[in-house]
Each structure stands twice: as structure tokens, then as C-alpha cells.
């Protein structure tokens, strides 16, 4: 059996569209923002891959990434410390494709997922602006309301 | 002595005021109506001017202005002040074996001169006394020693008192000592201990003397020995007597710093306590810290939600749902985990299938079969990365789909834990600011500094008692000692020619400072007792009828320490100052007063201003128609709300009353113009029962807001 930490995205980076990077960043406590209230995520790698499952939630088509002008946010060696992430992102490129083989293709399903999280970037900025408290207070009541929304 | 009448010239603002007090036994009873500010505390003040002289003014008359204040400069620049007071005494000769009562006379002068500037410096007062006669005055020498018999400066403060200085025998703010010494004052004055006093050291000089002359009767070694160290003892005593009483005085004034401090650092801690406040401020200050740490806690805990597995999953659930379901469609159809290449490469080297058909290689049938387990064996190598893959993922990813939720549990969790520690925190930047803010707002109070002020005072204060004790065991060791020795003098005496004169003036000396002694110990047993049972018997009657107090004062009393000490029910002690009402406080005082006068049987005025203030109903009554009785003469000063209610009584027990005005009162409180712009004290022959013009006041109802601002 192989190793269960092998991490196929270990090559290869992640990127977001250049224009929701000052965001990513923003929203991001290794933006050089200590301000947990206002920004919420612990890493721009965590407020990425929110995306990606926010917009797989809302079942929305991924973004042709390649169109838009990135910005590296961090390699994906980043997923060696969070094996379950490798995992998820695997299930979610298997779910959306229907293709169990895209498994052994890495930077197709890097550029599967970096679609959804160009889909889902929009709404996250969206859930964390769209509200009267602080950004961690919106973005809670977002994903809470997101998950009610399943278990009605 | 009875107060006959006074009068008094520009002291203060008795600018021109004649008085008339009533000495009708029956009527025994004097009112002097007057309102605040109409001069009641001012006549109190110049009839002991006129007595005692600036002694007994406020602060010793020390800056204590006596010219009326609005005294115009073209009346000149140095205004003469006058008080006058005629009394009478009564004495009682027997003439005949008949005991005769002669009543005598007398006026008495008191006058100084004040300069009107900012120092209002005076003259010495100048006193003169005078015999009166049908004949007229005649000048008596040394006035203020026929003063000082009559009404001993001593008891300035039972003949002349106000209802709130009455208060100063019980009073909680000063030292227990202090009190004492008061009450002890006056009972020793009133009772005349201090003259037995001064008998009993007399006494004492004259034995020391019958000693001195028994050291030169003989040639007896011994009896010179003896006389010698009884001289030595005398002299010791002394010493030791005297160091006693420095001992006692300096523990009295040290018990009063104490008391003092003490006050102090209860007003400071009313204020609040600085010290405490600056260590409750660290202590909130630690307090918010500590939250403040567990909010940040929180907030990461928070934060953390955001990258946790469960939001991912369970956000995620139907995709990967449906990706795991492929897995294990995978899984039923054998191709996972990844197994058949093994299993096929051992059938072909065992030359057997599965089946049980033969694989053996050469055989035609055999080798058709191996070729198609090669290629099946082959297919499968080209898959393997793939379903290695798969396998790692079909295992790893297994616990992944979830249709929990238990991040919306542990949303809840963290929202109920910050929003709590949010409130505590809010609370403690509350508490740390009202504590900011009560601490600038305190004065510089040093309260450490003051408890350490009073550790020295107490430290001081127990050395002395210490001392005192100490002494009084050294001075009875001495007695002792003085006694035996006075065995073996008297003996030796005898045996003396001389001796029988020495012994005989000895044995005198002996006699007379034993009668002083036993009417020493009688008037502070018998008559102190007296006068305790007196103010107890006259206090219940005053407070009789107040329920309030009735249930909690069962008796008073003072002590042989000469406390005024007050019991309750089972004899508990009470406080006196805190224990009762005020009603109360006045009535006790007032009855210690009356007590002392009548057991002392002295006739003496007892001038009281304002004794009915903070009584009302019963008790002001009954305080009032007790006072009457119990005194010789009575003065009071009393305003219109202490007579309300208490006329009847004023009806019958009155022989003078008069009313004070002040004119400045109008028009806010005088109903007319009384036709004089300057502060003086105008007198007028209303009673309690009816008003003229000049002191007619307006009701509550008349005074319009505008007068009253």
C-alpha cells in the first residue's frame, strides 16, 4: 500500500486571480493582520480552500483559471502537514469529474479546484463583508446558515 | 445663684439688649423665643463673657471677633463692649437654732474695648462686681474669686450649655478618657472633691511634719532610722504620685490621638481606602489580563474553524459523497485494494487456476490459458499507480464524508464562550475604570501612613499605661511599707519622754486624713451613686414613652470610672452616641446635668439653648416638663418649632419669655419691617402664644420661591 502522506500537489502552486489577492491577503492573519475579528482565516492557503469548498457546496462550475492573471499565494507542499486536505481535494476533483483516474493527474485536479476557488472566492469576500459585525461574525453566520441549508 | 437679669452692649449682634430671667419659685421657668440666627448662641456666649471673662468664649476668645460686624466706622474705631449680669444668692444662717435664708444681690460688669480692622484686636476685659443695696452698688474686691466660688469655671459646661455641646459628655468622637474626665470634672466640681482633695495633701504635709520633729525627740538610732525612711517614703510617694498622674495624663492625651486617628482614617476610609483601591485597581487590572488571554484563546479557537476538517466536510458532504461513493463501487468490484496481480502470478507458477483448470506451459489448452492470465496480469501493472493511488485514498479518505454537525456545535460553543468572556471582560474594563476614577477623585490621604501614626499613638498610649501600672504597684508596695514601719515609729514613740506629744499630733494627723479619706470614698461612692441614680430615674422619665427606645434602654448609669454608661435588655451595654436616638442622646445628657445640679445642691441656672432640637412628641414633653422640675432656674432658649406642641407646659412653668428678632430676616422671613437695616437683635415682650408686628414671621405657605432663593 502506498504512503498515506503522499501529496501529489507537492509541485505545484497555488494561485488566485491577482484581483482577489489583496483580499485573500486582507482576510488573512499571515497578511501581516493580527486582528483576528477582521481577519478571520489563520492562512491565505485557509481562506483558498474555504473557497473551493464554498463553491462546491454551492455546486458552482469552476473557473477557467488559466484565464485569469494569478498570484502565487504558497506551494502545495503546504497540504504535506494536512494529509485530510490532500484527501479532500482527490474526493472533490473525483465528485465533480465523475473520472476516478484524474487521480493520477495532479495539475488537473490543482486546476479543477483552483477553478472552484476562483468560483468561491467572490462569495467568501462576499459572506465576510455581508453583514453589520465584524468580518469573523459574518463569515460565521454565512457558513452556519450554509450548513442549516443542508440539515433543513 | 439665680440669674436675675442681664444686659449687653455691642457684643456681636447684642448691640443693645436687656434681658429679665424669671426667679419665681413656682415659675421657675425662662423662654427666649428666637430663630436661627437671632442671637440665642451669642447671649449664651456673653453671659459666660461676663462671667469668666474670654476663658469661656470660642477658641479662648482667641480670633474670636466680638464687635458687631456691621459696626459703621463714623461710630468710632474702637467700639467699647459691655456685658452686664445681676444675680442673686441665697444663704442660710442659723440664727437662733433657726435657719434663716437671706437672699443677697449682685451686679456684675465685664467690659472691653475692640478695634474695628481685620485684627479686631481687644483689651483686656476689665470685671467688676457689685453688692446692691437699698442703697445702691458697693464694689467688691476680686471678683473673679467670688465668681469661681459661686459658679466654678469647672461647671461652665452643666450651667451653660447647648443641646448639642450637652452631647460632648457622651459623644463618640472623642476618646473614652476624655469623656470621662469630663464627667469626672464635673461631679468632682459640683461635689466639692477637689477641696477634700487639697484637705487630704494638707494633712499629709502636716504628718511629714510630725515625722521631721520625731527624728529630733531622741537619741533612739532607730526611731531616727525609722522617721528617715518614712520621710524617704513620704518623698517617694510624692515623686511616684506625681509621675502617676504625668503617667495618666500622658496616657489621656495619647488615648485621644489614638481616638483622633482613628477618625481620621474612618473618614479617609469613608472616602475610600487609596491603598486598597490602588490593589483592587492591580487586581482588576490582572483580572481584564487574564480575560483578555482567554479571549484571545477564543478567538483563535475561532479562527481555527475556518481551516478545521469538519467545515471543509461538512461543507463538502454531497461531493464527497458522491466520490467516495465511486470508491466503493470500486472497492465491491475487488479493485481495491489493488490484489489480483499477486494472486495471478502465484497461479501461474503453481501451473493450476482457480478454477482448477491446468495452466501447465506446452499443453495448447494450457498455454492459451496462461496467455490470457498474462494479459490480465499485464493490464493490471498499467492500472496499479492508479488504483495505488486509490487504494490510499479509498482508506485515508474514509472517515472523511460526514453528515454531522458538529462544527455548528462547535460554532455554538465558541460563540457562548466569547460572548461570555466578552461580557466579563466589559464588566472588568467597567470596574478598572470606576476605580481610575475613585481613585483620582481621592484626596491624598495617607491612610498606611496614618495606621502606622496610630500604631505609634496606641504603642505610646499602652507604654504609659504600663507605666501607670507599675507605679500604682510601687506606690502600694511603699504604703505597705510605710504602714509597717508606722507600727514600729508609734511604738518606739512611746517609749520616748517626748514622744507623747509627737505621737499624740501624729495620731491627729492620722484621724483627720482618715475622716477625709472616708468622705472621700463616701461622696465618690454614696454621692456619685446618687447622682447615677438620679440621671437614671429622670432619663427613663424623659424618654418614658418612646416605644423605639423603651424597648432597648432598660436603665443608665455611672460607673465608678465615671462612664455614662447606658443598659438594655439582659444588661447588655449600648453605646450611648450609637445606641440611641437623639432624642435620646439630649435627654440622657440633659438628665446627667439636672442630676448633678440637684444632687450637688448647689442653686445654680441651668441655660440651655436649644435643648428640644431633634425631639419631637412625648419625649419633648416630658424632656421639657422634667427639666422644669429638676432645675433651680431654668433658661431656655428655644426656637418656634421646639415650642410647638409644649406650650401648655410653657403656660404654666413660664415666669419670663421674650422674643429675639433679627432684622436682616426681612423680608424673606419677617412679615414686616421691623425698621432697622442693621444686624441686631431686637427684643419684644411676645410670648410663646402670640406675635407683634416687629417678630411676626412668615408661615412656609407666605414664602415665595423668589424670597426663598
Request: with cysteine; glycine share 6%; hydrophobic share 40%.
Amino acid at each position: 500500500m502506498a504512503d498515506r502522506y503522499f501529496n501529489p500537489f507537492q509541485a505545484i502552486d497555488i494561485h488566485v486571480p491577482v484581483e482577489f489577492h489583496d483580499s485573500v491577503s486582507r482576510y488573512s492573519q499571515t497578511g501581516g493582520n493580527a486582528v483576528i475579528d477582521q481577519s478571520p482565516f489563520p492562512r491565505m492557503v485557509d481562506f483558498w480552500f474555504l473557497a473551493v469548498c464554498v463553491a462546491a457546496r454551492l455546486d458552482l462550475d469552476p473557473e477557467d483559471i488559466s484565464r485569469y492573471a494569478t498570484k502565487k499565494i504558497i506551494d502545495g507542499a503546504i497540504f504535506g502537514s494536512d494529509p485530510w486536505r490532500v484527501h479532500t481535494l482527490m474526493l472533490i476533483a473525483i465528485g465533480k469529474t465523475g473520472d476516478v483516474e484524474i487521480v493520477s493527474e495532479p495539475r488537473k485536479m490543482m486546476a479543477l479546484v483552483s477553478g472552484l476557488a476562483v468560483a468561491g472566492l467572490p462569495k467568501v469576500i462576499e459572506m465576510l463583508k455581508e453583514g453589520d459585525a465584524e468580518p469573523i461574525w459574518n463569515l460565521s453566520d454565512a457558513i452556519d446558515s450554509l450548513l442549516r441549508k443542508r440539515a433543513a | 445663684m439665680k440669674l436675675l437679669c442681664a444686659e449687653f452692649q455691642n457684643f456681636r449682634l447684642l448691640r443693645d439688649l436687656e434681658l429679665r430671667f424669671s426667679v419665681d419659685p413656682h415659675k421657675k421657668l425662662t423662654v427666649i423665643r428666637a430663630a436661627n440666627e437671632s442671637g440665642k448662641t451669642t447671649i449664651l456666649h456673653a453671659l459666660q463673657w461676663a462671667l469668666y471673662g474670654d476663658a469661656a468664649l470660642p477658641g479662648k476668645g482667641d480670633g474670636f471677633r466680638l464687635h458687631p460686624i456691621d459696626w459703621s466706622a463714623p461710630d468710632g474705631k474702637r467700639v467699647p463692649i459691655t456685658a452686664m449680669v445681676e444675680f442673686e444668692l441665697t444663704t442660710y444662717r442659723q440664727i437662733g437654732g433657726e435657719l434663716r435664708e437671706a437672699r443677697r444681690r449682685y451686679r456684675i460688669v465685664r467690659a472691653a474695648f475692640e478695634e474695628v480692622d481685620a485684627t479686631a484686636r481687644r483689651t483686656a476685659s476689665t470685671m467688676r462686681l457689685f453688692a446692691l443695696n437699698d442703697s445702691g452698688a458697693s464694689p467688691i474686691e476680686s471678683p473673679e474669686a467670688f465668681v469661681n466660688d459661686e459658679l466654678p469655671p469647672e461647671l461652665r459646661e452643666v450651667f451653660f450649655t447647648d443641646g448639642d455641646r450637652a452631647l460632648s459628655f457622651i459623644e463618640a468622637d472623642v476618646a473614652q478618657s476624655t469623656k470621662r474626665e469630663r464627667v469626672q470634672r464635673a461631679i468632682r466640681s459640683l461635689l466639692g472633691l477637689g477641696v477634700i482633695e487639697q484637705a487630704m495633701k494638707h494633712v499629709q504635709k502636716a504628718a511629714a511634719d510630725v515625722n521631721r520633729k520625731a527624728k529630733q525627740v531622741g537619741a533612739n538610732a532607730e526611731l531616727r532610722n525609722i522617721a528617715s525612711r518614712l520621710e524617704e517614703i513620704d518623698k517617694e510617694s510624692g515623686k511616684f504620685e506625681a509621675a502617676l498622674a504625668d503617667a495618666k495624663q500622658q496616657f489621656a492625651a495619647f488615648d485621644e490621638k489614638v481616638e483622633e486617628t482613628d477618625r481620621k482614617i474612618s473618614a479617609a476610609l469613608q472616602k475610600g481606602d487609596k491603598e486598597k483601591l490602588r490593589k483592587d485597581l492591580e487586581h482588576a487590572k490582572r483580572e481584564i489580563k487574564q480575560l483578555d488571554d482567554q479571549l484571545a484563546a477564543a478567538n483563535k479557537e475561532h479562527s481555527a474553524l475556518f481551516r478545521n476538517r469538519e467545515v471543509a466536510t461538512e461543507l463538502l458532504a454531497p461531493v464527497l459523497r458522491r466520490a467516495y461513493d465511486k470508491l466503493e463501487e470500486l472497492h465491491d468490484q475487488g479493485k481495491i485494494p489493488n490484489t489480483t496481480i499477486p494472486v495471478l502470478q502465484n497461479r501461474l507458477t503453481a501451473e493450476i487456476c482457480i478454477c482448477g483448470e491446468p495452466l501447465v506451459p506446452g499443453e495448447p489448452d494450457c498455454d492459451e490459458r496462461r496467455a490470457h492470465i498474462q494479459k490480465l496480469i499485464d493490464d493490471s501493472l498499467r492500472a496499479d499507480e492508479i488504483q495505488e493511488i486509490i487504494t490510499d485514498l479509498y482508506y485515508g479518505a474514509k472517515p472523511l464524508p460526514t453528515d454531522g454537525n458538529s462544527w455548528l456545535d462547535e460554532y455554538k460553543k465558541i460563540v457562548e464562550r466569547r460572548d461570555g468572556l466578552k461580557a466579563l471582560r466589559d464588566d472588568g474594563g467597567r470596574k478598572f475604570r470606576a476605580l481610575e476614577i475613585e481613585l483620582d477623585a481621592l484626596p491624598d490621604t495617607d491612610v498606611q501612613g496614618l495606621r502606622e501614626a496610630r500604631r505609634q499613638y496606641k504603642e505610646q498610649r499602652d507604654r504609659h499605661l504600663s507605666k501607670s501600672s507599675s507605679i500604682e504597684t510601687q506606690l502600694l508596695s511603699l504604703r505597705r511599707e510605710r504602714e509597717g514601719l508606722n507600727v514600729e515609729f508609734e511604738r518606739l514613740l512611746r517609749e520616748q519622754k517626748k514622744g507623747a506629744r509627737i505621737l499624740a499630733e501624729l495620731e491627729v494627723t492620722q484621724d483627720v486624713s482618715r475622716v477625709l479619706q472616708s468622705a472621700y470614698d463616701r461622696i465618690t461612692k454614696e454621692e456619685l451613686r446618687k447622682v447615677s441614680d438620679l440621671m437614671n430615674r429622670i432619663f427613663l422619665e424623659m424618654i418614658g414613652a418612646d416605644p423605639e427606645q423603651g424597648a432597648i434602654i432598660r436603665r443608665a448609669e455611672i460607673s465608678a470610672e465615671f462612664d455614662i454608661k447606658v443598659h438594655g435588655p439582659n444588661d447588655r451595654t449600648l453605646n450611648p452616641d450609637r445606641d440611641l436616638n437623639g432624642a435620646s442622646r439630649r435627654a440622657l445628657t440633659l438628665a446627667f446635668i439636672l442630676a448633678l445640679t440637684k444632687v450637688s445642691e448647689v442653686e445654680a441656672p441651668n441655660v440651655i439653648d436649644t435643648p428640644l432640637g431633634m425631639t419631637s412628641g412625648y419625649v419633648k414633653r416630658s424632656l421639657l416638663r422634667t427639666a422644669i422640675r429638676e432645675s433651680a432656674q431654668l433658661i431656655l432658649f428655644l426656637t418656634h418649632d421646639e415650642i410647638a406642641g409644649c406650650e401648655e407646659i410653657i403656660d404654666d412653668a413660664a415666669g419670663a419669655i421674650c422674643t429675639l428678632t433679627n432684622p436682616t430676616h426681612y423680608p424673606k422671613m419677617l412679615l414686616n419691617d421691623p425698621g432697622s437695616a442693621e444686624r441686631k437683635v431686637l427684643r419684644c415682650s411676645c410670648t410663646h402664644r402670640n406675635d407683634c408686628p416687629q417678630c411676626q414671621r412668615r408661615t412656609d405657605s407666605d414664602i415665595r420661591p423668589e424670597m426663598a432663593s
